[in-house]
């Protein structure tokens, strides 16, 4: 079993609409987070989620907006998509305790037109 | 965080040892020494990490140096499989795990 598993893999869309992608960790960890790689392939943190409580809110604009219905999922919504916002969009977890080992979804290719 | 400063590429020959230097000369005492990397078009990997003590593990081997300003990871037996970008973060333990990643190095190991 995927322990963290992101869909979609591949994401096409024009400019304007609205996308979600969603996340799910099936390792009981208790912080889950959001990062994008963009095209020159910087890796930003952008939120962190933990027991469902956002604890870390990057400098994103207000058109992301994650949602975490328990402490398995995490999923990203995006309004009003800009070309910008073309990049990979990782998911990944880590227990709450101990070490900052974080498990790594396979990431989500988002493509805005 | 300290930052931390790595060659941007490395080549090593597949069946030898392949050594990623970090430069972390402005780390603080509580702060470790993590080693993640990431193979093309895959999600990041974490490796190993340490704090004071060298560390080895089923992937590989952490050298710090005794002032800490430095480490080295060790692939003992590099393989194709091992050609990616590595990444050294540091960073405090426990501190939100949201870890802050530089440009790495791209290790390529070749036939």
């Known amino acids: 079993d995927t322990a963290v598993s992101q869909t979609p893999k591949y994401l096409v869309t024009q400019m304007g609409n609205d996308k979600s992608i969603k996340c799910e960790q099936n390792l009981g960890h208790d912080t889950m987070y959001w990062y994008k790689q963009d095209s020159k392939k910087f890796l930003k943190i952008m939120f962190s989620?933990?027991?469902?409580?956002?604890?870390i809110n990057e400098t994103v604009p207000n058109r992301f907006s994650p949602k975490s219905p328990d402490k398995a999922h995490l999923n990203l919504h995006i309004n009003s998509l800009e070309l910008g916002d073309s990049a990979v969009y990782f998911c990944a977890s880590r227990r709450e305790s101990g070490a900052n080992v974080l498990t790594f979804g396979a990431g989500s290719r988002l493509t805005v037109l | 965080d300290a930052k931390t400063t790595q060659p941007p590429s490395m080549d090593c020959a597949e069946g030898r040892a392949a050594n990623l230097p970090c430069n972390h000369s402005t780390i603080s005492g509580n702060e470790y020494v993590y080693w993640y990397r990431q193979i093309h078009s895959q999600g990041p990997q974490y490796i190993i990490h340490g704090l004071k003590n060298n560390e080895t593990n089923e992937m590989a081997s952490l050298i710090i140096t005794e002032d800490r300003k430095s480490s080295t990871l060790i692939l003992p037996h590099a393989t194709l499989r091992d050609t990616a970008v590595y990444y050294c973060?540091?960073?405090?333990?426990?501190?939100?795990?949201?870890?802050?990643f530089g440009k790495g190095t791209k290790l390529s190991v070749k036939p």
């Open positions: 973060i540091v960073r405090v333990a426990g501190s939100q795990g949201n870890l802050i």
């Open positions: 989620y933990n027991n469902k409580e956002l604890i």
